[in-house]
C-alpha cells in the first residue's frame, strides 16, 4: 500500500503501539476512556443556582460538543437531591473523596470544579485519625473522643455507630466532637497544628486538597470559579470563617494556573441569587457560558495534547477496540486465584512445548463456577511469552463480554482480521473475495492457521468459557463446528469451559477426539460461594435499604454487556418535579450521585468497571454473582420483564419522546391497528442510532417481549441496521437477526433476515450498498403491501439514498424475488394429531392424545402440558384476544385454559357424548360445541352455564364456525346438512344440502365463501349465503385429513393422507400449489394471522411455510396508470437499447414482445406485439422516433415510437434475423441473418437498397454511414465501403476477436481478441495503429469515449478493466474490483467515469481519471449487457435469463451531460464534437419532496456514520456550506483563499454555487439541480471516494458530446 502523504510521525507511531496491542502486548500507551467526568465541589445552598445550571445546561450543551468525539459527559454533583445530613456523615465524605478520584483516573480534560463564594463552607467531622495526632488530642479530651473513635491499624476511624441514630440526634453529638477536636488541636505545638490543618478544613477545601494531590500536573485539570459578592452582605460570618475563607481563596490563586481560574463578582441581594433579578440573570448567563467555554477549551488541550490511541482504518480500528476490551480484562483484572506454581500450568506447558513441531489438538480445560478459569487464562497468556524465543501473535477473547465476542460468526470475523492485520499480510485485512458468510469465514480462519506452518512465528488463541457462545440456528451442524481437531504447528487453541466436553454443541468426531488427556484437562472442582454471596448482599439491604439495592442488582444482571454510570443514574435518579430543595430518599429506591456513589464503593468487590467501545461499562465481577443475584431478585418473569422494559425506555427515551410529542392529542389506536401502523418519526427524527443502541439496547426490548417496538426501533429499522453495519459490520447484523429468531416467529423480521443473507458478500465489500439492497430486496413486498414496517423501512432507505452526496446506484424498478425460504421452520412433536397457532403466533398447541402441549415454536422447546382430560382431545380452538384455548375431548367434557397463567378456568360436562367440534363466538363471550349425540350446546365462557342447546340436526354434528362478524354460525353435521344460525335469537337462518355427510367445514374471512369435505372424499366450494355451488376441489387423490381457507379468502388449503398439502385457488377452483414435506398423512392445516404462516401437522413433527400471498410477486412491473394494453415479458429478456437522448429504453425477449420503457419515470411506455417468434435484437433511430427490431420469425419491423403503431416490416431475410441497426441518418436499416448475409433497407417502406454476404454475428456502421464492420467471432474482422464497392478491408487476429468498438468520428475501430490483445485500426484503409498489450485472458469486451478521444476502456476474463491511452498505447489504471470475468463495459460521453458488468453479478461504477471504483450495485444475476445514458444518470441493466429488467438510476453522477448528435447527413465524413457541453438535465429524485430529507437533517442523523474515523480539522465556518439552512450571509462570508479550510479554490467556489443552486430551488419550491460536491467518506473496502484534484477537474471542463457506438 502507498503511503499517505499526509501520514505524521505521531500517526505512525500510533500506528505502531496499536499493531503491538494487537500482537497480544501491553504497551506504556493505553487507551483511555471516552469520557468527561467532573466532580463540582461547592457549598450546598451558597450555589444552587450555579449547580442547577450547571447540571440541566452546561452539561448537556457539553455532551453535545463532544459528540463529535463520542465522549460522553457527566456532572457529579453530591448535593443533587440531598438532605443537610449529608454534611454530617463521614463516611459519605469518604465516599466523595473516593470518586474525585475515579473522576482524575478516567476524566479527559477537566475532572474537578470547586465553587467559592464568600462563606467558608461546613467542616466535615474527620472519618479516620492517625494514631499520633489521636494520641495527642486524647490527652486533651479523652472522654469524648474515646467514646467515639476506636483505633483500626495505625489510625482511628469514627464508629459506625453514628449511623443507626437520627439526624436529629446525631448533629448535636456531632458539633460537640468537632469542637473538642477543634479544641484540642488549638492547645497543640505549632508542629502539630501544621500536622492537623487537614481535620478542621471546610468539605470543599479538603475536597480541593484531595484533589490537587492525586498526581503532579494536577492543577492543570482543575477549573475554580471565585464568586465575591459586592458589596458583602451585612451579616458576614465571623472573624475565623473570613479568614479561612480568604486563606483557601489564596491558595487556589496559587496552585491553579490562572486559564483556569474564573472570577466572578455578583451585586448583592438580600436573600442571595435571585434569576429573576436582572443582575443576577446577567450574572448566571456569564457564569454557565464561560464554565462551557472553559470546559470545552479544557477538553480539546486534552485532546490535543494526549490524542486518543486510534487507527485511521475502520477495520484496523474495530479490531483494536474489541482487543482492548479483552486485553484490559487480561492485563489490568489480578488473578484471583494463583496458578503460577501449579500442576497444571507445567502439564499445559509440556503439551504446548512437546508440539513444537507437530499437529495436535487444541487445549480444553473445564472448571465448574468460581474454580478459576479465568486466573488460569491469564497466567497461561504471561507465561507464554517464556516458553517460546520466537516471535508470538497473542489472541484473547473472554467469550460474552462484548457483542462480538458472543456469536461464532463475529468471534471468528474478528480474530480472522486481527491475524490479518498483526501479519500485515499483502492482500489487505480483507481479501478481495472476503465474504462474512459462516462457511466463508470458517475457511478463511483454517487458510490462516495453516499460514503459520511455514512461519518463524507463534500464534495462540486463548478463548476463556467457550460454553456461553450463543448458539444461532444458522451455525452448521453444531456451534462449535469450526473448533479445529488438529492444530498445524506453530498455532495452539486453548479454551476454558464451565460445561463438561460431553456438554458442549460439538460433533461427535470431536468428542471422540478432544477426549485425549493432552486435549481435556480438568480444574478441581469448588463451593461455598452462595453462603459468602448472601451474607454480603444481606448487608448491602442492611445498609441502603431492600429496594434500593434490588433495583440497582436488578439493572446490572439485565443488562447484556454492562451499563454505564450515566444510564444507571438515567434510570436510578429522578429528574422531574426535583427542586434544588428536593430530598431523593433512597428508601424509595431512588438513587442521587451521593447514594450512588456510596453503594458502588461498597459493592467494589462484587461489580467491576470494563472498557468497551470506548465505555466504561459496570457489570458484575463473576457470572456467579450474576446467577446469584438473577436468583435473588429477578424472581418472575414478569420482574425480568419489567426491567428489561425499563432500560429499554432508557435507550430509546428520545425516540419514545418525540413519538408521544406526535401523537400528544391523538385517541389510543387499537393493538391491532398498531401493529400496521408505521413509525412515522423514523423516517424524519432527529435521533441518531450509537454504537450502545447497537450493542445493548435490543436485546432487551427482545426480552422485555415488546414485540412491537424491538421490530419499530431495532429490527425492521434503517438507522438502526445502517449503525449496525457501519459502527460493526454486516456479519453481526445477520447475527442479532438470527438471535431474535431464535425466539420469535414473524414474516417481516424473515423478510429482512433473508435479505441481509442474500446481500452479505456485497456489504462484506462496501457496506453503503445496505440501502440500494434493502430497496432490491423488499421493495416487491412494500408495492404489494403498500403499508407497513416494511413501507417504512424501504422509504426510510430511499431517503437515505437521497440524501448521500457522493456517487450511488440506486435500483428504479424491481427484479429480484423476495426473499423468503419456501419452509420457515420445523418443531419436532411426537405424534401429533390436532394443532392451534396461538395469538401471538410465537407458540403452537399440539395435541398427540389427551394432553394438549404448549410449544415455542422458535426453540423448539415444550412449555407446558395442559393435564385434565382423561379421554383423547378430538377439537381444539383458541381465542383470538382473549387468550383462551378450548378442548373438547371423548370424555365428553370442554375445558378452558388460560394461556397466559397456563392454568384451568373452566370446565363444562353437558355433552351426553363425545365433543366432535368447537369454537367462540359473540366477542369471545360464549362457547359453542357440537356433539356426537347431534347436538349444539352454547355454553357462557365465563360461567359455563347454559345459554342455548340447539337439537336439529339429525347426525352428529362435526364442524361449527363462526363468520367473522362473529353472529352467525355454521354447523355441518352427519345428516348431509350445513345449516347457518342466528347467534342472537338462535333461529336457523339457511339450509344448505350436500351430496354426502359433512366431515369438515371452513367458512372465509369475508364470510362469502363455505368450503365443505364430505364423506365422499370431495371438497365443495359454495357460497356462504346462498349455499350456491361455485366449485368442486378434486385435484386430490387420497383422503382428505384437514382443511382451511386463507384469510385472503383467495385459497384453499387441504391436508391429505399422501403427506402433501394441496393449495387451491378459490376463484379458479384450479390447484395452485403442491407442498411435500410431511412423512406421514397431514392430520391438521391452520394459517396464522394475516396469512403470515401456514402451519401443518402430521407424524412427528410441524412445518411452517410462509404464505402472504405476495411472498412470491410474480410480477415486478411498474406499468403506467390505466394502460391495460401493456404487456410484461414473460420470457427472457435477449436485447435491451437505449435511446439516444436517454429517455427510452427497449427491450426484446423470447415471449416475441418488445417493450419501450421511459427512463425518468421507470415504467413501461409501449408494448410492441406483432412478432411471431422471439426477438433477436432492437435499435432505436438517433433521432428517437422510431425503433426497429428483429426477430427470429425472419422479419425486421420499424415501429412509431409516437402511437406504437407498425411503420414497416422488412422481409428479405431467408433466415432468423440476428442483428439489427438504424443508420445516423435515420432514414436506412442495416440488419443481418444467420445465413451471413447482411441487408441495407429503407425505414419508411422496407424497400431493399443493397445485399452482401459476409459475417453477421456482430454488425456496426461508422457514424459517417461510410464503412460497415462484421465479424462472425472468427480471427478477423470485416470493414467495407458503402459508398465505394470496390473499397473492402480485412483486420484480423491470432484468436477470435471477441469484441470491437467505432470512434465517435468514425476514424478507427478497436478489436479486442481472445488473443488477450486489443487493436486499433483506421476504417478507411484498415491500417493497424496501436496494439494494447496488458490483459491476462481474453478480452471480452470494449468502449471509447467521443469527448475524450484519448482513452480506451477493455474488460476480460483476467477480472480485470484497464484504461488505455489510444496515442501511446500505455495502461493508464488498472481496474481491479470485480471477482469474475467481465462480460461488459460502456463509457459515459465525457469520459469521465465507466460502468462495467460481470459474471460475479455486479456492476461498478468507475472514476476513468482516477482509476477507483466510485460506487457498485449487486445485481444477484450474471450481468449481460448494460446501456447507459450518457452520463449515467440513468442505466438499463440486461440480465442472464431473466424476464425483468432492472432500470438504475447514478446518484450524484460526477459525469456531465453530453447531448449526442442525432443525425448525420450522408456527405458529411466526420461529425464533429460541440466545445461545450450541454446542460444537466433535470431527473425526477429518488423521493417525492415532502418525504426526502434536507441535507441538515440527513447529516445529523447519518454523518457519525458516514465520516472518516480520523476526524478532519475542518474550519468551522464551512460546516454548514452544505446545508440549505445555512444563510446567504453566512456563505458570502467564507473566504476564497486557495486551500483555505481544506478546500482548494476552485472546490469551494464549486461548492458554493452549488449551495447557491439549492437555496434558489428551496425558495422557487423545486428539486436543485445535482453537481458533484467533493467529499470525503470512508469506506470498508476498496470501495472508497477520496477527495478529487483540482487537477483532474480541470480536464473535464472542455469536454463535448460523444456516442457511444451499438458495438
Not at 47 to 65: D, S, T, W, Y
Request: with cysteine; hydrophobic share 35%; aromatic share 6%.
Amino acid at each position: 500500500m502507498s503511503a499517505n502523504p499526509s501520514t505524521t510521525p505521531k500517526n505512525t507511531k500510533n500506528d505502531d503501539t496499536i499493531l503491538e496491542i494487537l500482537q497480544g502486548h501491553r504497551t506504556s500507551k493505553w487507551p483511555a476512556p471516552k469520557l468527561v467526568k467532573i466532580f463540582i465541589a461547592s457549598d450546598k445552598q451558597d450555589f444552587a443556582e450555579e449547580r442547577k445550571l450547571l447540571l440541566e445546561f452546561v452539561g448537556p450543551e457539553l455532551q453535545i460538543v463532544c459528540n463529535e468525539y463520542q465522549i460522553e459527559v457527566e456532572l457529579v454533583d453530591m448535593h443533587y437531591g440531598t438532605s443537610e445530613a449529608v454534611v454530617y456523615d463521614p463516611a459519605l465524605q469518604e465516599d466523595h473523596l473516593d470518586q474525585i478520584r475515579a473522576c482524575h483516573q478516567v476524566s479527559r480534560g477537566c475532572f474537578f470544579l470547586p465553587l467559592l463564594g464568600n462563606k467558608y463552607s461546613p467542616c466535615a467531622l474527620p472519618y479516620r485519625i492517625s494514631s499520633e495526632i489521636m494520641s495527642a488530642m486524647l490527652k486533651i479530651n479523652a472522654d469524648i473522643l474515646s467514646k467515639w473513635y476506636i483505633q483500626n491499624g495505625d489510625e482511628y476511624i469514627l464508629k459506625s455507630d453514628y449511623k443507626k441514630l437520627k439526624y436529629d440526634e446525631w448533629k448535636p453529638i456531632a458539633d460537640n466532637l468537632h469542637q473538642a477536636i477543634t479544641e484540642a488541636i488549638n492547645q497543640q505545638d505549632e508542629p502539630t497544628k501544621r500536622k492537623c490543618a487537614s481535620l478542621l478544613q471546610s468539605i470543599v477545601e479538603r475536597q480541593f486538597h484531595h484533589a490537587i494531590g492525586l498526581a503532579p500536573g494536577t492543577a492543570h485539570r482543575v477549573l475554580s470559579v471565585l464568586r465575591d459578592f459586592d458589596p458583602l452582605p451585612t451579616t458576614t460570618p465571623d472573624a475565623t470563617s473570613t479568614s479561612n475563607e480568604y486563606r483557601f481563596q489564596n491558595i487556589v490563586e496559587a496552585l491553579i494556573p490562572e486559564e483556569n481560574r474564573c472570577y466572578f463578582k455578583v451585586p448583592w441581594r438580600s436573600g442571595g441569587l435571585d434569576p429573576e433579578h436582572n443582575d443576577h440573570e446577567a450574572y448566571l448567563n456569564k457564569f454557565k457560558n464561560t464554565i462551557l467555554n472553559k470546559l470545552q477549551t479544557m477538553i480539546k488541550k486534552s485532546l490535543d495534547d494526549e490524542p486518543d490511541l486510534k487507527s485511521r482504518k475502520k477495520i484496523v480500528e474495530e479490531n483494536f477496540q474489541e482487543n482492548i476490551t479483552h486485553l484490559t480484562i487480561n492485563h489490568f483484572e489480578k488473578p484471583v486465584i494463583d496458578f503460577s506454581q501449579s500442576d497444571l500450568l507445567d502439564r499445559i506447558e509440556k503439551v504446548v512445548l512437546n508440539t513444537t513441531h507437530t499437529r495436535h489438538n487444541p487445549i480444553i480445560i473445564y472448571g465448574n463456577t468460581g474454580s478459576g478459569k479465568t486466573s488460569l487464562i491469564k497466567t497461561v497468556y504471561k507465561q507464554f511469552e517464556s516458553w517460546f524465543s520466537c516471535k508470538l501473535l497473542r489472541i484473547v477473547r473472554s467469550i460474552a463480554r462484548t457483542p462480538r465476542s458472543s456469536y461464532n460468526l463475529e468471534l471468528l470475523r474478528v480474530i480472522c482480521q486481527q491475524i490479518c492485520i498483526a501479519l500485515k499480510l499483502p492482500d489487505g485485512f480483507l481479501p478481495k473475495d472476503a465474504s462474512f458468510d459462516p462457511l466463508y469465514i470458517n475457511n478463511w480462519f483454517q487458510t490462516l492457521l495453516r499460514m503459520f506452518e511455514d512461519m518463524n512465528q507463534v500464534l495462540v488463541i486463548f478463548l476463556d468459557d467457550l460454553h456461553l457462545l450463543n448458539p444461532l440456528d444458522s451455525d452448521l451442524v453444531s456451534a462449535l463446528s469450526w473448533l479445529p481437531i488438529s492444530l498445524p504447528k506453530n498455532c495452539y487453541l486453548i479454551c476454558t469451559s464451565g460445561v463438561e466436553l460431553d456438554g458442549l454443541r460439538l460433533t461427535p468426531v470431536q468428542k471422540e477426539r478432544m477426549k485425549h488427556p493432552d486435549c481435556y484437562m480438568e480444574l478441581p472442582g469448588v463451593g461455598g460461594f452462595h453462603e459468602q454471596l448472601d451474607e454480603t448482599f444481606s448487608t448491602l439491604e442492611l445498609t441502603f435499604g431492600t429496594p434500593a439495592i434490588k433495583r440497582l442488582s436488578s439493572f446490572i444482571t439485565c443488562a447484556e454487556y454492562g451499563l454505564t454510570e450515566t444510564e444507571l443514574l438515567e434510570m436510578l435518579m429522578p429528574t422531574s418535579n426535583v427542586t434544588t430543595e428536593s430530598v431523593i430518599n433512597i428508601e424509595n429506591a431512588d438513587f442521587n450521585f451521593s447514594t450512588l456513589c456510596s453503594v458502588r464503593r461498597k459493592m467494589s468487590d462484587l461489580c467491576c468497571e470494563k472498557l468497551m467501545s470506548g465505555k466504561l461499562l459496570i457489570e458484575w465481577r463473576h457470572q456467579n454473582i450474576k446467577d446469584f443475584a438473577r436468583k435473588r431478585y429477578l424472581t418472575s418473569q414478569e420482574v425480568q420483564k419489567s426491567v428489561h422494559t425499563e432500560i429499554a425506555n432508557m435507550f430509546f427515551s428520545e425516540f419514545c419522546d418525540e413519538e408521544n410529542s406526535e401523537s400528544e392529542d391523538e385517541p389510543a389506536p387499537l393493538p391491532s391497528d398498531i401493529k400496521e401502523t408505521p413509525f412515522q418519526s423514523t423516517l424524519h427524527s432527529d435521533v441518531t442510532y450509537s454504537l450502545r443502541h447497537v450493542e445493548e439496547s435490543w436485546i432487551h426490548l427482545l426480552k422485555a417481549g415488546d414485540v412491537l417496538k424491538l421490530k419499530t426501533l431495532t429490527m425492521c429499522n434503517y438507522d438502526f441496521m445502517l449503525a449496525a453495519v457501519h459502527t460493526i459490520s454486516v456479519s453481526y447484523l445477520r447475527c442479532v437477526l438470527e438471535h431474535v429468531r431464535c425466539y420469535l416467529l414473524d414474516r417481516e423480521i424473515e423478510l429482512i433476515y433473508h435479505a441481509i443473507r442474500k446481500a452479505t458478500d456485497i456489504l462484506t465489500k462496501d457496506t453503503y450498498q445496505l440501502g440500494t439492497q434493502i430497496i432490491a430486496w423488499l421493495r416487491p413486498v412494500v408495492e404489494k403491501s403498500g403499508s407497513g414496517l416494511m413501507n417504512t423501512l424501504v422509504t426510510a432507505a430511499m431517503a437515505w439514498c437521497d440524501g448521500f452526496t457522493l456517487p450511488l446506484v440506486v435500483p428504479l424498478t424491481d427484479w429480484v424475488q423476495p426473499t423468503l425460504p419456501s419452509q420457515s421452520k420445523i418443531v419436532n412433536t411426537p405424534g401429533v394429531r390436532l394443532i392451534e397457532s396461538t395469538p401471538s403466533g410465537q407458540h403452537v398447541i399440539c395435541c398427540p392424545d389427551n394432553e394438549p402441549q404448549l410449544w415455542h415454536i422458535m426453540s423448539n422447546t415444550l412449555v407446558h402440558t395442559f393435564k385434565g382430560h382423561t379421554g383423547m382431545v378430538i377439537c381444539m380452538a383458541v381465542t383470538k384476544q382473549s387468550q383462551y384455548l378450548l378442548t373438547g375431548s371423548e370424555d365428553l367434557s370442554i375445558i378452558v385454559w388460560d394461556l397466559r397463567g397456563l392454568t384451568m378456568t373452566l370446565k363444562i360436562m353437558e355433552h351426553i357424548a363425545p365433543v366432535l367440534c368447537i369454537t367462540s363466538a359473540l366477542n369471545n363471550s360464549v362457547i359453542v360445541s357440537g356433539g356426537e349425540e347431534s347436538s349444539i350446546i352454547v355454553s357462557s365462557l365465563g360461567k359455563g352455564q347454559v345459554v342455548m342447546k340447539i337439537d336439529h340436526h339429525r347426525g352428529p354434528v362435526t364442524a361449527v364456525k363462526v363468520t367473522s362478524a362473529g353472529d352467525v354460525l355454521v354447523s355441518g353435521s352427519h345428516d348431509a346438512t350445513v345449516c347457518l344460525w342466528s347467534l342472537e335469537t338462535f333461529t336457523i337462518l339457511n339450509t344448505i344440502q350436500m351430496q354426502s355427510p359433512v366431515r369438515m367445514i371452513d367458512v372465509s374471512s369475508d364470510s362469502v365463501f363455505l368450503l365443505t369435505a364430505c364423506l365422499d372424499n370431495n371438497l365443495y366450494l359454495r357460497t356462504l349465503a346462498t349455499g350456491t355451488e361455485l366449485h368442486s376441489l378434486s385435484e386430490h387423490k387420497s383422503r382428505v385429513k384437514s382443511i382451511c381457507l386463507a384469510q385472503d379468502s383467495c385459497r384453499a388449503v387441504v391436508g391429505c393422507t399422501d403427506g402433501r398439502v394441496y393449495i387451491y385457488d378459490v376463484h379458479s377452483g384450479k390447484l395452485a400449489k403442491t407442498l411435500s414435506g410431511q412423512q406421514g398423512e397431514v392430520s391438521a392445516v391452520r394459517v396464522t394471522d394475516k396469512d403470515d404462516f401456514l402451519l401443518t401437522a402430521g407424524g412427528n413433527k410441524v412445518l411452517f411455510y410462509p404464505f402472504r400471498s405476495d411472498d412470491n410477486v410474480r410480477s415486478l412491473l411498474k406499468l403506467k396508470k390505466s394502460a391495460h394494453h401493456l404487456l410484461p415479458h414473460t420470457g427472457y429478456i435477449t436485447c435491451v437499447e437505449i435511446a439516444r437522448d436517454g429517455l427510452l429504453s427497449a427491450t426484446g425477449a423470447s415471449d416475441n414482445l418488445v417493450n419501450v420503457w421511459q427512463l425518468n419515470t421507470h415504467e413501461l411506455l409501449l408494448t410492441l406485439n406483432s412478432h411471431s417468434a422471439a426477438i433477436t435484437d432492437v435499435s432505436f433511430a438517433p433521432n428517437t422516433l422510431f425503433v426497429a427490431s428483429s426477430s427470429e420469425d425472419k422479419t425486421v419491423k420499424v415501429w412509431g415510437l409516437t402511437l406504437g403503431s407498425l411503420v414497416a416490416t422488412f422481409k428479405g431475410h431467408q433466415a432468423p434475423v440476428s442483428t439489427v441497426m438504424v443508420m445516423m441518418d435515420s432514414t436506412r436499416i442495416i440488419s443481418s441473418d444467420r445465413n451471413d448475409t447482411l441487408c441495407i433497407w429503407l425505414a419508411d417502406n422496407g424497400n431493399l437498397i443493397q445485399s452482401v454476404a459476409g459475417p453477421s454475428n456482430c454488425v456496426g456502421v461508422t457514424n459517417n454511414m461510410k464503412y460497415a464492420l462484421c465479424t462472425n467471432a472468427e480471427t478477423t474482422l470485416k470493414i467495407w465501403s458503402l459508398v465505394r464497392e470496390d473499397e473492402k478491408y480485412t483486420v484480423s487476429h491470432s484468436e477470435e476477436i471477441t469484441c470491437f468498438v467505432i470512434t465517435m468520428d468514425s476514424l478507427h475501430v478497436i478489436t479486442g481478441s481472445r488473443d488477450m490483445s486489443l487493436k486499433v485500426w483506421q476504417t478507411s484503409g484498415g491500417k493497424l495503429s496501436q496494439v494494447f498489450i496488458g490483459h491476462t485472458d481474453a478480452v471480452t469486451c470494449v468502449a471509447v469515449s467521443a469527448a475524450d478521444k484519448n482513452i480506451v476502456i477493455s474488460g476480460s476474463c483476467d477480472c480485470n478493466l484497464i484504461v488505455w491511452d489510444i496515442n501511446t498505447g500505455a495502461d493508464l489504471h488498472t481496474l481491479s474490483a470485480h471477482l469474475s470475468y467481465i462480460t461488459c463495459v460502456k463509457c459515459s460521453g465525457d469520459g469521465t467515469i465507466a460502468i462495467s458488468g460481470s459474471d460475479d453479478k455486479s456492476i461498478i461504477i468507475w472514476d476513468t481519471k482516477r482509476g477507483l471504483p466510485l460506487t457498485s450495485l449487486q445485481m444477484h444475476s450474471c450481468v449481460m449487457r448494460v446501456e447507459p445514458s450518457s452520463d449515467l444518470s440513468r442505466i438499463s441493466v440486461m440480465l442472464k435469463d431473466t424476464q425483468y429488467m432492472p432500470i438504475i438510476c447514478l446518484h450524484n453522477t460526477p459525469a456531465k451531460y453530453v447531448k449526442l448528435p442525432t443525425y448525420c447527413a450522408p456527405e458529411k465524413d466526420i461529425i464533429e464534437n460541440p466545445t461545450k457541453a450541454a446542460p444537466k438535465r433535470q431527473l425526477r429524485r429518488l423521493l417525492k419532496k415532502e418525504v426526502s430529507l434536507d441535507t441538515y437533517t440527513w447529516q445529523k442523523k447519518y454523518a457519525h456514520l458516514t465520516s472518516n474515523l480520523v476526524i478532519p480539522a475542518v474550519d468551522e465556518r464551512f460546516k454548514r456550506r452544505f446545508s440549505v439552512s445555512a444563510s446567504m450571509e453566512e456563505i458570502s462570508k467564507i473566504p476564497q483563499k486557495d486551500g483555505q479550510g481544506g478546500l482548494p479554490n476552485k472546490q469551494g467556489s464549486l461548492a458554493q454555487s452549488q449551495h447557491f443552486d439549492q437555496l434558489e430551488a428551496l425558495w422557487n419550491k423545486r428539486s436543485p439541480p445535482r453537481r458533484k460536491l467533493q467529499q470525503s467518506l470512508s469506506k470498508q473496502s476498496s470501495l472508497a471516494e477520496s477527495h478529487q484534484d483540482s487537477s483532474d477537474e480541470d480536464q473535464f471542463d472542455e469536454s463535448g458530446p460523444c456516442s457511444i457506438p451499438k458495438r
